[in-house]
């Protein structure tokens, strides 16, 4: 997969080029452009903000280097087009579902915005030529999208084909659309079966497999109805049924 991202702080991408994203990067896996905004700027003070219409506090970044960055990417490509992601605030909530979607592009474009956001031209500009994809992460106001930007990458990456060691290990996710919907993980544990006087669950060292199962799903349930009584809303009898939760 091909990322690109424009932005006008490159270094608070650095982040890229470690852990599990920079060693699918150092593999070939993915094919990670970083673009510096304000290289297409063609005033001495490399301007990419100003006052927005209508009045109003902060600022708005200007429509001609967005363009112009976009412009090169997508010249930069083999004549296809990129997936273009806009995160900010008022997208689409990202999901896991929607870090799927994105892990089965062959190319994306991040366009992370600082100040007020961008001018909306230039998104409704990108859509004539590129899919367009306004995300947010969360319910709370970043100081700009470079950090979004991190949290999608990571998501997306770990999704490739080959770049977690363990191709299933992502299939029990919480999040993850099909066996784990709408429930979150519960708790793990590793060596000593004794740590400060607290002991691994017996169940765990039993090595009864179906009842280590039984007890996963327990707990998860557990989990999902104290931190997030949102998803158990959305619980269907049949899925309890298929967890093997029947009363
Ligand atoms: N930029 C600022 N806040 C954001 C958020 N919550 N999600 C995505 N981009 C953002």
Partial sequence: ???????????????????????????????????????????????VD?????GGPGMVMKPQPWAEALDAVVASGDGGVPTLVVPTPSGRPFTQELAQQL??????AFAPARYEGIDRRVIEDAAERMPVIEVSIGDYVLAGGEVAVLVIVEAVARLLPGVLGNAESHQDDSFAPGRMA??????????PAEWRGREVPDVLLSGNHQKIARWRREQAFARTLRNRPDLVARWRREDMDKHDLKA
């Avoid at 080029?17 to 990670?32: E, F, M, N, Y």
């Avoid at 100003?50 to 209508?54: E, L, Q």
């Fill in 1 to 47: 997969m091909r990322i690109d991202v424009v932005s006008i702080f490159p270094e608070y991408l650095a982040p890229l080029d470690l852990s599990l994203v920079g060693k699918a990067r150092q593999r070939g896996q993915l094919d990670v452009r970083v673009h510096e905004l304000r290289e297409f700027t063609h005033d001495v003070h490399r301007t």
């Fill in 50 to 54: 100003d006052t927005p219409y209508g």
């Fill in 103 to 108: 892990a089965a592009e062959p190319w994306l």
């Fill in 182 to 191: 709408d429930l979150l993980e519960g708790p793990v544990y590793t060596k």
